[in-house]
């Protein structure tokens, strides 16, 4: 099956300032790649999504972007705010409707 | 719509006790799935059925657990009997073909003592 690894597992950055989060994926047939935000005590909820046709995505302050030859994908979220701050979770879907998920960044955003 | 519901949100439970989770996808969605996730193993998919249909339950941990979705508006888990280490967040999620995303509920936290 699909194996998703995402890193860092923790992120601390300043407020202003851009987080990068990376996940890399194993199998070449995922074809769906979206990016979940989950705050403390609460539901993952979608954020951004990408396909694998495209190579790169954006959405006001986030953006996803591809690499099919290298089987990675990242999440950029610049002029970080205090309310980015939760844990953002990567998956992958091979065709068939179940997410293989990746272990997860808690971000922080520092004021 | 009011989105997926789950129910309950909270439930302790003692070692071998039976437990049942309850799950209300979006109307209209044919895929409703289950997860657990814990800060050891993150999120998990635990099964998923589509038109009522369990797909692919590979992710079940083992006999203890079942699920069964008996019409489109309610699906369950059952834990029997209950062990510590079942303690985690169970969370639904459903979507429909056309769709990519899914939608989360809010997620039952199970302790079992």
């Known amino acids: 099956g699909e194996n998703v690894e995402q890193h860092p597992s923790t992120l601390s950055v300043q407020e202003g300032d851009s987080a990068v989060i990376k996940c890399t994926y194993s199998d070449s047939a995922s074809n769906y790649f979206p990016w979940y935000k989950q705050e403390l005590g609460k539901r993952p909820q979608l954020i951004i999504d990408?396909?694998?046709?495209?190579g790169e995505k954006k959405d006001q302050r986030i953006a996803v972007t591809l690499n099919k030859t290298a089987k990675h994908f990242s999440l950029h979220i610049t002029e970080t705010q205090p309310e980015d701050s939760a844990v953002y979770f990567c998956a992958a879907r091979t065709g068939a409707n179940n997410l293989f998920f990746g272990t997860g960044t808690r971000l922080t955003v520092i004021p | 719509d009011a989105g997926v519901i789950q129910s309950p949100r909270h439930e302790v439970t003692e070692m071998g006790q039976e437990v049942t989770l309850r799950c209300k996808p979006i109307s209209g969605h044919d895929y409703l799935f289950w997860y657990r996730q814990t800060m050891m193993r993150g999120l998990e998919l635990l099964i998923y059925f589509n038109n009522n249909v369990p797909i692919d339950d590979s992710g079940m941990p083992e006999d203890r657990f079942s699920a069964k979705m008996p019409n489109a508006s309610f699906s369950t888990l059952k834990i029997q009997p209950s062990e510590p280490r079942d303690s985690a967040v169970y969370f639904c999620?459903?979507?429909?073909?056309?769709?990519?995303?899914?939608?989360f509920g809010p997620g039952t936290r199970l302790t079992v003592l």
């Open positions: 990408i396909r694998s046709n495209v």
């Open positions: 999620a459903s979507t429909e073909t056309e769709l990519d995303e899914q939608f």
